[in-house]
């Protein structure tokens, strides 16, 4: 069965830091890309980044470039977001997802349960 | 970015009946288009990729169409479990960008 176990999240002041990992089971993960989206009431879904299954492709929202970096380690099977500045506008529920491609697409037909990032003083 | 704008934002329908939620995109996105439902507490779940490829698993009473700019997901026949949350999202631009969601809700 697969399975992506979101973690890391929590309450952050505005400036600060914080990394989100992603525990990959139930599948070969190298051989797929993968993608952080994000969920807010109030602004829907957003993708947020993606990456291939090498590391050798990687995109990112306009919101969060320079920001926001993310990464995988094949060997652990698993993925992260990590997220310096953080705003106010980056507080949301985050998601990890599988791509259903090896390269990097956009299709995500896997998804963690999420992780709740919180940015207030 | 490429805009994606789903009608209606609510659709009330009978179970048994038919329901046809709509996408449209400001710019072509060819047949880049998937479709998620999502349920109240839930993370989405993918139903449609390719803008008419079922995803493993979805019923066959889950259909899509379209291309370019303009995109249909059809219900053939709705069941309790169908009412929820639909999104599209293109994924022909490295900016993916998801609609704002049509709510399917029991009339």
């Known amino acids: 069965e697969v399975q992506l176990v979101e973690s890391g999240g929590g309450l952050v002041q505005p400036g600060r830091s914080l990394r989100l990992s992603c525990a990959a089971s139930?599948?070969?993960?190298?051989?797929?890309?993968m993608h952080w989206v994000r969920q807010t009431p109030g602004k829907g879904l957003e993708w947020v980044s993606g990456?291939?299954?090498?590391?050798?492709?990687?995109d990112y929202a306009d919101s969060v470039k320079g920001r926001f970096t993310i990464s995988r380690d094949n060997a652990k099977n698993s993925l992260y977001l990590q997220m310096n500045s953080l705003g106010a506008e980056d507080t949301a529920l985050y998601y990890c997802?599988?791509?259903?491609?090896?390269?990097?697409?956009?299709?995500?037909?896997?998804w963690g349960q999420g992780s709740l990032v919180t940015v207030s003083s | 970015e490429i805009v994606m704008t789903q009608s209606p934002a609510t659709l009330s329908v009978s179970p048994g009946e038919r329901a046809t939620l709509s996408c449209r995109a400001s710019?072509?996105?060819?047949?880049?288009l998937a479709w998620y439902q999502q349920k109240p507490g839930q993370a989405p779940r993918l139903l449609i990729y390719?803008?008419?490829t079922r995803a493993t698993g979805i019923p066959a009473r889950f259909s899509g169409s379209g291309s370019g700019t303009e995109f249909t997901l059809t219900i053939s026949s709705l069941q309790s479990e169908d009412f929820a949350v639909y999104y599209c999202?293109?994924?022909?631009?490295?900016?993916?960008?998801f609609g704002q969601g049509t709510k399917l809700e029991i009339k």
């Open positions: 997802a599988r791509d259903i491609f090896t390269v990097l697409r956009g299709v995500a037909d896997y």
């Open positions: 139930g599948f070969t993960f190298d051989d797929y890309a």
């Open positions: 990456i291939s299954w090498n590391s050798g492709s990687i």
């Open positions: 710019q072509s996105v060819s047949n880049n």
């Open positions: 390719g803008a008419s």
């Open positions: 999202q293109q994924y022909n631009n490295w900016l993916r960008t």
